[in-house]
């Protein structure tokens, strides 16, 4: 899609000045220089035909390809973007007054709706290439899909990946694994955490799901099917080191198995925390505020209080599956804010995002 969308504006800015060109080749054909002299100077000085011919360019309307690198350690990130998704998040939030996620927005310079990115993480460990969820594949129709298109951008395909590690099977990060019933990753192992499989991939769990969230089961089933079948389907259990670097850490709370993955080179700690959190403005200034996909709302703000605190004492990269994209920062301890109650607030965050830079 994104490739079909760069061909067509790669064309529409192409052929506009190769009008101009034909016009102006045509123009100096028929007509001494001399006799142009007051066309050329109403051009330079800004006058009406080259106004028109600015004011008649379209609207391109796309945005530039999908794929963010850095350097961590002698590991190579790529962040992929599988696209973003519009969210009215005043219907999604509990344990926050709708009048402080209103502030929250303000402060941001955001308002409803919300635009979530979808973002996956790519590593290169020098030996393995290992992606890190893999977006929503159909789920958000054409606003998702595109993290091929993006990992094609970025200099690989597909059949290079070796390690798929999968945070939880919402559809969202396990969509992008499967297509029409095929697997679309030919050689990789694909990794996840068996308490997330004893629940998502049972069919006994999905009968005693209410009947609205049965889909969800489903989606992970067809997801996983193909690698299951081919026995490239590997699940874990507990914290492990999965590679030399890369270590999972349950932290259950969104899923029953959600995982965050650890990816440390030399000095240098990426965490991938998936759905930990999902909006930064609201999530960094108070990380008791629970998404409504928040299984076990009590557990989703321990592990997120947990993780936050340690990132931000140790310095470390965070890496958000719905963090703006390409979703990589760092968190910095704040001042808890003030509560009108008196209560105790709880530590607030601030993220900042990566500097823009050239991996060397
Ligand atoms: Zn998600």
Not at 258 to 278: F, I, K
Request: net charge neutral; aromatic share 10%.
């Amino acid at each position: 899609m994104l490739a079909a969308r760069a061909a067509k504006s790669f064309q529409g800015s192409f052929t506009m000045p190769a009008r101009w060109i034909q016009a102006g080749r045509a123009a100096g054909a028929r007509r001494p220089l001399m006799s142009m002299l007051p066309l050329l100077l109403a051009v330079a000085l800004g006058g009406g035909g080259a106004q028109r011919a600015v004011a008649g360019a379209p609207l391109q309307k796309t945005q530039a390809p999908g794929w963010y690198r850095m350097m961590l350690g002698e590991f190579e990130v790529t962040a992929l973007s599988d696209g973003t998704a519009p969210f009215r998040i005043h219907d999604l939030f509990t344990h926050i007054a709708p009048t402080q996620i209103d502030a929250d927005l303000a402060q941001a310079y955001l308002k409803e709706p919300v635009e979530f990115s979808v973002n996956a993480f790519l590593i290169n460990t020098g030996s393995k290439l290992v992606l890190i969820d893999t977006g929503a594949g159909t789920i958000f129709g054409p606003s998702g899909g595109h993290l091929l298109t993006n990992l094609e951008a970025a200099g690989y395909h597909p059949e290079q990946v070796d390690e798929i590690y999968i945070t939880h099977m919402h559809g969202d990060h396990i969509g992008g694994l499967t297509r029409n019933g095929q697997a679309l990753f030919p050689r990789a192992n694909v990794h996840c955490a068996q308490t997330e499989a004893d629940y998502w991939l049972s069919d006994a769990q999905m009968q005693k799901a209410p009947a609205d969230k049965r889909e969800g089961f489903k989606t992970a089933m067809t997801a996983f099917k193909p690698y299951i079948d081919s026995k490239r389907y590997q699940p874990f259990r507990g914290n492990v080191d999965l590679l030399p670097g890369i270590k999972a850490v349950a932290a259950a709370g969104h899923t029953p198995g959600h995982t965050v993955y650890w990816v440390t080179s030399r000095t240098e700690t990426l965490v991938a925390w998936g759905d930990l959190m999902h909006v930064a403005a609201v999530q960094f200034p108070d990380p008791t505020a629970v998404m409504k996909f928040d299984a076990d709302a009590a557990a989703a703000i321990a592990e997120r209080q947990k993780i936050f605190a340690e990132v931000a004492a140790h310095r470390d990269f965070v890496a958000g599956a719905h963090l703006s994209f390409p979703g990589i920062g760092h968190l910095r301890t704040d001042a808890p804010r003030t509560t009108k109650g008196g209560s105790a607030a709880p530590t607030s965050y601030t993220y900042v995002p990566i500097a823009y830079g050239v991996p060397q």
